[in-house]
């Protein structure tokens, strides 16, 4: 079995900064990507970041004039530095991994979600 942990969500004020993390743990072989989700209440989940095992990210939309993504490998835990928050980022952060794991006679790939972590950004 492999777990996400998602921890660093808290209550913000508008113009200021929070760093999520999310720690893999579990039996497993590697990760491949890791990145993080968001759902605010009414909308859809969206993508908010990757970055592969190497350190190669992406951002959808507009999300890199103010978030960064980043992981460490030995830790097996991706993080997510949010500067410059608006009330509009108020949502549930969810972190994903492509997790492989390994039989006798094959690799398995899978991707695998967190229970969210949850940021709120008002004054």
């Known amino acids: 079995q492999v777990q996400l942990v998602e921890s660093g969500g808290a209550l913000v004020q508008p113009g200021g900064s929070l760093k999520l993390s999310c720690a893999a743990s579990g039996r497993f072989f590697s990760i491949n990507d890791m990145g993080w989700h968001r759902q605010a209440p009414g909308m859809q989940r969206e993508l908010v970041a990757s970055?592969?095992?190497?350190?190669?990210?992406d951002y959808a939309g507009s999300f890199a004039a103010r978030f960064t993504i980043s992981r460490d490998n030995d830790k097996n835990t991706v993080y997510l530095q949010m500067n410059d928050l608006k009330p509009e980022d108020t949502a549930v952060y969810y972190c994903?991994?492509?997790?492989?794991?390994?039989?006798?006679?094959?690799?398995?790939?899978?991707?695998?979600w967190g229970q969210g972590t949850q940021v709120t950004v008002s004054s």
């Open positions: 994903t991994a492509d997790v492989v794991t390994k039989t006798p006679d094959r690799f398995y790939e899978a991707d695998y």
């Open positions: 970055i592969s095992r190497s350190g190669m990210t």
